[in-house]
């Protein structure tokens, strides 16, 4: 049972879990919500179970790809061997059909949408016959939807609290999200190529990725800088992640491996940014 509990665990990315519960957290608190039911539920189910689903359900498709991949194996992921893909489907749909049951019973039409939204995103990024993850561009869009929509769900579950303000910081998350994952997808143009897989990176180029990826995080920061107050911590919170970006402004196909190097950085970077954002929060909240 543990040694179960462990492989679930792995597969689901324990590093990057705060990428899709933050954005609920701070979503929910900042348009009004407080620390109540939905808010430790809502956040639980984004810190958890919503990502056994997401990375579950890929890596039960990306399998064949997974094995042949030498970044899997580590903190971007166990590889499953086949016997426990059932286990793992299993254990994604067990653990996320109570929260989402609750999440829709207690939310609003609009976060109804969005968390219907969120979930066929997660599914159709992976599944055969939808397979988003393997359509240039809108892998990633599908992507930015994985970490946005916890916030656009947690933010239309208090009636009134999405202002101008909010839908412009949801541009700008949006943007951050797509550029993040074009400078993932840049590592992987050379195998991706050889296996047959098609994705941003491959279409536009390592290189035009990595620009490409470098003027969405600018223009991301740029937006938040023209809000109103304390607005322009976030838009500075995004600055490394332009210049770690921009570090591969000349990179090639060739050379595509390299840009693995920005790809550990950026979930170094993920951290510092939380903890800058969380902190910007308690002292307007205190305020």
Known sequence: ?????????????????????????AAYLVTGGGMDTRFYLGTFFFLIPYNIAMYGVNDVFDFASDILNPRKGGVEGTVLAREHHRTLLWAAAISCLPFVVYLYAVGTRASGVWLTISLFALLAYSVPGLRFEARPFLDSVTSSVH?????????????????????????????????????????????????????????????????????????????????????????????????????????????????????????????????????????????
């Open 147 to 287: 970490f946005v929509s916890p916030a656009l769900i947690a933010g239309t579950m208090c009636p009134g609290g999405v202002n101008a303000w909010f839908t412009w910081c949801m541009v700008a998350f949006f943007l951050w999200g797509m550029a993040s994952h074009a400078l993932g997808a840049i590592q992987d143009v050379t195998a991706d190529r050889q296996g047959g897989l098609s994705s941003i990176a491959t279409v536009l180029g390592a290189g035009t990725t990595a620009r490409l990826a470098t003027v969405q995080y600018l223009v991301a920061a740029l937006i938040l800088f023209l809000l109103p107050r304390p607005s322009w911590i976030a838009g500075l919170v995004i600055l490394p992640y332009a210049v770690n970006s921009a570090r591969f402004w000349t990179i090639t196909d060739a050379t595509c491996t390299r840009a693995r190097s920005g790809w550990s950085f950026f979930l170094y970077i993920n951290f510092v940014a939380g903890a800058v954002l969380s902190i910007t929060m308690l002292w307007v909240g205190l305020r």
């Open 1 to 25: 049972m543990t040694a179960t509990l462990l492989r679930v665990l792995g597969a689901s990315r324990p590093l990057s879990w705060v990428n899709t519960a933050f954005p609920f957290l």
